[in-house]
């Protein structure tokens, strides 16, 4: 399983204090957003609905515009992320962050204050979407002049045809009213329009068969890597592992190894085949790093840390071209089983690997994920779905969290003897998931 943690500080540059400015804002007749003021967009050619004036603190949208998809619970998630600069002289402390429809702002889809906000003693569930960039959670609400923060949302709705084609974000805040110098006050911007419903979740084969597989690290909350682990490659902010999953298998009894737990070969996962999700075209591969010993996770040695690269952090690994700029990716195969090679045709349901423990990865595991460039650096996740597999049940969060570094224990607490047939979804965070042989 792999952890990306970077830390930086984006500077501003201060607006001088002479160019005093109000803050402005405009609302449509049915906008509840309770912005400072009004002013009229078509001044500055904005968007109905956004905040026109000074704004202390600026948002911008990281990554391109997403759409949902269908959750193993049924319903219809977004998951994308925000960068918050406070441009002002003042300290910046948010209060609160809403999103808005975007065509009726007085909808809102999500609301996150408090510990969603930050909150340094919660380990898991609806908490820290504020991160100290790139992504590790901040200390407090709290942005300083001339920093920035990354702001994780996700949000889920009954149905993909509840989801505006974009919403707005309503930030409150104590922020600078102005440009120069003066203490903090209550203010309210609704800005930064995103399209949200750009297209439709890629339909795709499950990448493996068999039963008691366990969708670990995957979407949507802020507790586990993956949803986390924005970086900065090529220029950008960028996220490829947002929808990504590590896929470990368990025995019948929920155990994810059987004897030696230092030896990659009890691992119920090694070995395992791996499939072609759609046809394609090979883009790239690596096949030459060895296997890693189970239980530690090389970024966190510094003689291993030291060997990573953006070109080896995901081991031994194949990139499909699936087509329409969608690639796939999966990531720390076993040395020596990849079956294909740059440039190679491949079928959906083909055999392409076997699944292994290289690259920053602590024990055998296949990660997989959609993205919409052909490699890690700057690519964008991409929402998919599975065209079939059967729901088991799941994994309680906590239960992984305090595990040890093998995933020593039975993991089959809330395990369903009856397992569900689902169709076009994508198994959420620590599902138990059947896929057919």
Not at 124 to 134: A, I, K, M, S, Y
Request: glycine content about 8%.
């Amino acid at each position: 399983m792999r952890i990306n943690r970077h830390r930086t500080l984006f500077a501003t540059v201060a607006v001088a204090a002479a160019l005093a400015l109000t803050v402005a804002g405009c609302s449509s007749s049915d906008d509840s957003s309770g912005d400072n003021s009004a002013g009229d967009n078509s001044t500055y050619g904005l968007p109905a609905n956004v905040t026109s004036g000074f704004t202390a603190v600026t948002v911008e949208n990281l990554g391109s515009p997403t759409f949902p998809f269908v959750g193993s619970d049924g319903r219809a998630h977004v998951a994308y992320a925000l960068q918050l600069t406070n441009a002002g002289l003042a300290p910046a402390t948010l209060t609160k962050v809403e999103v808005v429809d975007g065509s009726k702002p007085s909808a809102v889809l999500a609301s996150y204050s408090g510990p969603a906000l930050s909150d340094p003693k919660c380990e898991t569930g609806e908490c820290n979407r504020l991160r100290v960039l790139p992504s590790t959670p901040a200390p407090d609400a709290v942005i300083p002049p001339g920093q920035s923060r990354a702001f994780l949302v996700d949000f889920a709705v009954d149905q993909v045809s509840d989801v505006p084609q974009t919403v707005l974000h309503r930030i409150s805040a104590k922020a600078s009213a102005n440009p120069g110098p003066g203490a903090p006050v209550d203010v309210t911007y609704t800005v930064a329009p995103k399209e949200v419903a750009a297209g439709t979740a890629r339909v795709i084969s499950p990448p493996l068969r068999g039963t008691n597989w366990l969708a670990q690290n995957g979407c949507c909350g802020t507790d586990f890597p993956h949803v986390t682990s924005l970086a900065p490659l090529s220029g950008a902010l960028s996220n490829s592992q947002r929808f990504a999953i590590d896929w470990m298998r368990t025995d019948d009894q929920g155990r994810f190894y059987d004897g030696d737990k230092n030896n990659n070969d009890s691992y119920l996962s090694y070995g395992e085949n791996i499939y072609a999700v759609a046809d394609g075209t090979v883009s790239s591969t690596l096949d030459d790093m060895d296997a890693n010993a189970p239980g530690v996770l090389p970024a966190s040695d510094p003689v291993l840390a030291a060997k990573l690269t953006i070109e080896n952090v995901d081991g031994n690994h194949i990139i499909l071209d699936l087509g329409n700029g969608t690639w796939a990716m999966y990531a720390h195969l076993q040395k020596g089983s990849l079956q294909v090679k740059a440039g190679d045709k491949v079928k959906k349901g083909q055999v392409i690997a076997k699944l292994g423990n290289t690259g920053n990865s602590n024990a055998p595991h296949l990660h997989f994920q959609l993205m919409n460039g052909p490699d890690l650096a700057g690519s964008d996740g991409l929402p998919y779905v599975f065209d079939t597999f059967d729901y088991a049940g799941y994994v309680d969060p906590a239960a992984i969290r305090v595990a040890d570094d093998f995933l020593t224990g039975d993991y089959f607490a809330h395990h369903s003897t009856t397992p569900q047939t689902r169709t076009d979804q994508l198994p959420l965070n620590e599902s138990i998931v059947n896929f057919a042989n």
